[in-house]
């Protein structure tokens, strides 16, 4: 990258928006529905970005093709449907960041796993539905992360090279599929982690380890291609 970025692309979960606390509440919803125990939230946060058949895996301890796993997956889509935008929130700082973007003229949006079906109310419900330049979720392309098919249409829809964006995420293939799309990537590691994954191993470009660095950080890589 010789120039200012062309575009910041994010992941949402755990990267943009913390929405671990609505999952929390629609998973405990799930287990009181079946007279289970509660989990904690800190337990349950780390399984976020990993979708909710790894939320109900993890909750009941199942795993595909279990009896019932079908059923309480389909039963947890429904109550997320309904409580998907009640205490989510983006992460610190990152108000700031999106208006730092929009202010210099850098186009930016959102790349997940994500279906539309439940990204779409999450960013309507924030306001960002509006101020994103593009949102790409699987729903729009054949392969999902960490191919880099979402990161190139996201670059296509915007008018801008991948090689001149960042892809910002916090799981390793957010990293992989910016890394395989040419972008210069920044792992968010204050992101849903598990205790067994080391981010220091993804090959990021950059490593941050709460939202409010990003902002400095992207101030940074800016004032240096200018210069």
Not at 54 to 61: E, H, I, K, R
Not at 103 to 110: A, V
């Amino acid at each position: 990258m010789t120039t200012k970025p062309a575009s910041v692309l994010f992941d949402l979960d755990g990267t943009l928006i913390d929405t671990a606390p609505d999952f929390h509440w629609v998973i405990n919803q799930l287990l009181r529905e079946e007279q289970k125990q509660p989990v904690t939230y800190e337990y349950i946060r780390r399984f976020v970005s990993n979708g909710a058949r790894a939320m109900v895996a993890a909750a009941f301890g199942l795993k595909e093709g279990d009896e019932g796993f079908d059923n309480l997956h389909q039963r947890m889509l429904a109550l997320y449907l309904e409580h998907l935008d009640v205490d989510s929130k983006l992460f610190p700082g990152l108000n700031n960041c999106l208006n730092w973007l929009t202010e210099h003229d850098i186009p930016w949006g959102i790349v997940t796993n994500k279906p539309e079906l439940y990204t779409t109310p999450v960013m309507q419900g924030l306001g960002l539905a509006e101020k994103a330049s593009t949102v790409i979720c699987p729903d729009h392309v054949t392969e999902r992360k960490p191919h880099p098919e979402a990161l190139f249409l996201a670059c296509s829809e915007i008018g801008c090279k991948a090689e001149q964006s960042i892809y910002v995420g916090d799981h390793i293939r957010d990293i992989q599929a910016g890394n395989r799309a040419g972008m210069m990537t920044i792992a968010a590691t204050y992101g849903y982690l598990d205790a067994q994954e080391a981010p220091q191993d993804w090959l990021a470009d950059h490593y941050i380890e709460c939202a409010t660095e990003l902002q400095p950080l992207l101030q940074s890589i800016y004032t240096d291609l200018r210069t």
